[in-house]
C-alpha cells in the first residue's frame, strides 16, 4: 500500500493562500449554526442568509428615511432642533431609522466575513466580490454623510475629517476645513450636497446589487417572510427601548467632551485622531486594495471548470436546470447529430467548479476534468471487485470538500484511517453523485454506500445539498430508482468540517450494523430559541450603535489663527533668446513672462510672545492665495492678541489687528483673516 497522502485532487476551490487559518476562522460560523438550529428550523437560520438580511435592513433604512423628511429639516442652521424637536413618532422613525441602518452594516460584515472565511472569492466569483466589496464601500459613505446631517458634535466631528482627507487631493486652491473655524462660515451649500448624496447614493447601490447576485441562479435577494417579519420585530422593540438620540450641537467655539459615536460607521475617526492624515488616507487605500484584490492574490491557482463530452450529451437540458450559478446554457447541435437539436454550453467565466452538472447528468454527457465520470465509475467497480476478492463488506463513502471528511487522508485505493471499513471518494460536492453511479455500485455488490454533505446552512455551493436529497428521494431528475435496486444501504448525512469524530461514530454504526439515525432536525421555531437568538444579533448592533469614541479630547483652551491673503501679483519678463526664437513661431515672439503672488507672512503676539509664520502662496503656479492655519494652546485667563500680516518680500504689514480674550476651559478662540474681509474673530 502507498504512503497516505492528502485528499486535494476534488477540492470544489483551487488551494488559498492561508487556507488553514480561513479553515479555522470558519468554525465558529459552523459551530453558531447548529448552535441556532437546535431551536429553529435550518431554512430560518438568520446566520444563513445574512446577505438577505441586509438587504431587508437596507430597505427598511430607506424607508424610515423618506420617512423623516417629514420632520428633518436639511439646513445647517435647523437640522439639529428639527430632530429634537419631532415627537415620539418621529423619534421612533429617526430611531429605526439609525438601527436599521447599524443593522445592515452589521450583517454585511457577518456576511463578508463568512464569504471570506469559506473562501468563496476566487474565480467566477470575483464580481460578486468586487461587487460586494464596493456596495460595503458605498453603504458606509451613506452612513458617514448620514450622521453629518444630524449637525451635532459627532456631525462636527465627520465633518472635519472629512475635509482633512479631501485635502489630500491637491486640487482645491482652499482648504475645506476653513469652512468649520466659525460658525457663520459653514457652508449652506455644502450641507444640502452631503444631504443630496446621502439621498442619491442608495439608489445607485441598486445596480451595485444587481450585479452582486447576477451570476447566481434563484438568487433569494430577500427572506422568507417569517424572518422578514422577526427581524422589522426586533428593529421595532430596539427602537423603542433605546431611542436614538442627537449629541449636543455643533458649535465650532466650543471643544467638546469624550462623547459616544456608532461604530458601525464612525469607528474610523478614532484612528485619524492617532496618526497623519496623509498616513491614515494611504493605510485605508492600501487595505481596501488589499481586500478588493482578493480573488487574484489569494488562490494558489484558478477552479478548473466544467467540460461537455459532446458524444454523451443528449440535450435534456437538466444540467440548466440544476447550476446554481446559471454558467450553463442550450445551444443548436454543433456535431451533426441527426436525432439531437441541442447540446449544453458551458460559461467559463461563471463556472466555479462544483461539479453539480455532473449529478444531474446520468450519461456523464458534462462534469469536471479531473473527476471524469466514465473513469471514476470504472474505479469505483475495480474497488468493489477488489473488496469481494479480498473478502471485505464494500463499502463507498462519497465525501463532499467541505464536510467533516475534508481532512481525511486516503491511498490511492481509498482506504483511510480516519474512516475504516470505507473507500472514500472525495467529491467538490454532494451534489457531483449521480442516481447511476450509486445504482451501478449497488448492483456490482456495494452493501453500504455513504453520501456525506457539508452544512444544510448556507452551503458552499448553495442547492448541492438540496438537488442531492430530491434525487436521492425520486422528486428530481435524474433520481434513483429505488424500484430497480436495493437502496436500504444508502445513506445521505450532513456533517460540516467541525464534527469529523460525528460522522466517525456513525460510520463505526454503520459498520457494527446498528443503523443509526441522524439526530432529528426541529420542525418549528422554540420561542425561548427565538429570543436567544434576536438577543445575541440585537446586542452588538445596540452596543455598538452608541459606544465610546476612544478619541482623544482635551478641554484646555485653544486660540486658532486662519490667514487667507491674496497679495498683488509680481510679473517678471524677459526677452528669447536666440534658441528660443528659432523654435517658436514669429507670432509668438514676445517677451515671456513670470506671474507669480509672493509668500504670506504673519506674526502672532500673544501676552508678547511672538510666533513667526510663512504661507506660500498656492496653486501649480504659485498664483493662488497664502493660506494657512495655525494653533496655539493657551492658559485660561484673559490674553491679549496682536497679528499681523504682510507680504513675505516686503519688511511692513499691510494688515494688523489687536484682540482681548478672555480663555475659558472647554472653549476655543478663533482669529480668522480674508483679503478683502478684513479680521474676524469668535469671541
Avoid at 485605508?284 to 458524444?311: E, H, I, S, T, Y
Avoid at 432529528?520 to 452588538?540: D, E, R
Wanted: hydrophobic share 45%; charged share 20%; proline share 7%.
Amino acid at each position: 500500500m502507498e504512503t497516505p497522502i492528502k485528499v486535494v485532487d476534488a477540492l470544489p476551490e483551487a488551494p488559498v493562500r492561508g487556507h488553514r487559518l480561513l479553515s479555522a476562522l470558519e468554525k465558529p460560523f459552523l459551530w453558531a449554526d447548529r448552535w441556532i438550529e437546535r431551536g429553529i428550523p435550518n431554512e430560518h437560520n438568520p446566520l444563513a442568509q445574512t446577505g438577505a438580511l441586509a438587504n431587508v435592513s437596507f430597505i427598511v433604512a430607506l424607508f424610515s428615511g423618506v420617512l423623516l423628511l417629514f420632520w428633518y429639516v436639511p439646513s445647517v442652521h435647523q437640522a439639529w432642533a428639527s430632530l429634537e424637536n419631532m415627537g415620539f413618532l418621529g423619534e421612533f422613525v429617526r430611531s429605526l431609522h439609525r438601527y436599521s441602518s447599524d443593522a445592515t452594516m452589521f450583517f454585511v460584515v457577518l456576511h463578508a466575513l463568512r464569504m471570506t472565511f469559506a473562501k468563496r472569492f476566487a474565480g467566477a466569483r470575483w464580481i460578486a466580490w468586487v461587487t460586494g466589496f464596493a456596495l460595503v464601500a458605498f453603504l458606509w459613505i451613506v452612513g458617514w454623510l448620514g450622521y453629518w446631517l444630524v449637525w451635532d458634535v459627532r456631525a462636527e466631528t465627520v465633518a472635519r475629517a472629512s475635509a482633512r482627507i479631501i485635502e489630500i487631493i491637491p486640487v482645491f486652491t482652499e482648504p475645506l476645513s476653513r469652512s468649520f473655524l466659525l460658525d457663520e462660515m459653514v457652508s449652506t451649500g455644502l450641507f444640502f450636497l452631503v444631504f443630496f448624496l446621502h439621498m442619491l447614493l442608495p439608489l445607485g447601490m441598486g445596480i451595485a446589487l444587481w450585479m452582486h447576485i447576477s451570476r447566481v441562479s434563484r438568487a433569494k435577494f430577500l427572506t422568507s417572510r417569517l424572518v422578514t417579519a422577526w427581524l422589522v420585530t426586533v428593529l421595532v422593540i430596539v427602537s423603542v427601548v433605546f431611542p436614538a438620540e442627537s449629541a449636543a450641537e455643533a458649535k465650532m467655539g466650543l471643544q467638546h467632551e469624550a462623547f459616544t459615536f456608532d461604530w458601525w460607521y464612525l469607528f474610523p475617526l478614532s484612528l485619524m485622531e492617532r496618526m497623519p492624515t496623509g498616513l491614515f488616507v494611504a493605510a485605508g487605500v492600501l487595505v481596501c486594495a488589499l481586500f478588493a484584490m482578493m480573488p487574484w492574490w489569494m488562490p494558489r491557482k484558478m477552479p478548473r471548470k466544467a467540460v461537455v463530452d459532446l458524444d454523451r450529451c443528449n440535450g435534456c437540458a437538466q444540467c440548466v436546470q440544476d447550476c446554481p450559478y446559471d454558467a450553463i446554457v442550450m445551444v443548436p447541435r454543433t456535431d451533426g447529430h441527426p436525432r439531437r437539436e441541442i447540446e449544453a454550453e458551458v460559461t467559463p467565466d461563471k463556472c466555479v467548479g462544483c461539479g453539480i452538472c455532473a449529478g444531474s447528468c446520468n450519461p456523464g454527457g458534462i462534469g469536471l476534468p479531473q473527476l471524469p465520470v466514465q473513469v471514476k465509475r470504472k474505479q469505483i467497480d475495480e474497488w468493489i471487485d477488489q473488496m469481494l476478492a479480498e473478502q471485505e463488506t464494500p463499502r463507498l463513502a462519497f465525501l463532499c470538500a467541505n464536510s467533516a471528511g475534508a481532512d481525511f487522508t486516503t491511498d490511492t485505493e481509498g482506504r483511510s484511517a480516519d474512516l475504516p471499513g470505507f473507500r472514500l471518494f472525495p467529491v467538490p460536492c454532494a451534489g457531483w453523485v449521480q442516481a447511476l453511479t450509486i445504482e451501478r455500485a449497488l448492483r456490482r455488490g456495494a452493501k453500504q454506500v455513504l453520501i456525506v454533505g457539508c452544512q444544510q446552512s448556507d452551503p458552499p455551493y448553495r442547492e448541492g445539498i438540496k438537488w442531492t436529497q430530491l434525487r436521492l428521494s425520486g422528486e428530481r431528475e435524474p433520481e434513483l430508482r429505488h424500484e430497480k435496486v436495493d437502496t436500504s444501504g444508502v445513506r445521505f448525512v450532513q456533517y460540516d468540517r467541525t464534527q469529523k469524530q460525528a460522522l466517525i461514530r456513525f460510520a463505526e454504526d454503520l459498520t457494527l450494523g446498528q443503523q443509526p439515525k441522524p439526530k432529528p432536525k426541529p420542525t418549528s421555531v422554540s420561542v425561548l430559541a427565538g429570543v436567544a437568538i434576536s438577543t445575541m444579533f440585537a446586542v452588538p448592533i445596540v452596543a455598538l450603535s452608541d459606544a465610546p469614541s476612544l478619541m482623544p479630547t482635551s478641554l484646555e483652551p485653544e486660540l486658532i489663527v486662519s490667514i487667507k491673503h491674496r497679495p498683488s501679483i509680481i510679473e517678471t519678463c524677459r526677452d528669447l533668446t536666440p534658441e528660443e526664437k528659432q523654435t517658436t513661431m514669429k507670432h509668438m515672439q514676445t517677451k515671456i513672462c513670470d506671474r507669480r503672488r509672493p509668500a504670506v507672512k504673519v506674526q502672532v503676539e500673544i501676552d508678547g510672545a511672538v510666533h513667526d509664520l510663512l504661507f506660500p502662496a498656492r496653486g501649480l503656479s504659485s498664483d493662488g492665495p497664502g493660506i494657512g492655519t495655525e494653533r496655539f494652546a493657551v492658559q485660561p485667563g484673559p490674553h491679549a492678541i496682536t497679528v499681523h500680516v504682510g507680504n513675505a518680500d516686503s519688511k511692513s504689514w499691510t494688515h494688523s489687528a489687536r484682540f482681548q480674550f478672555d480663555f475659558v476651559a472647554g472653549a476655543r478662540r478663533v482669529i480668522v483673516f480674508d483679503t478683502g474681509k478684513g479680521f474676524r474673530a469668535d469671541r
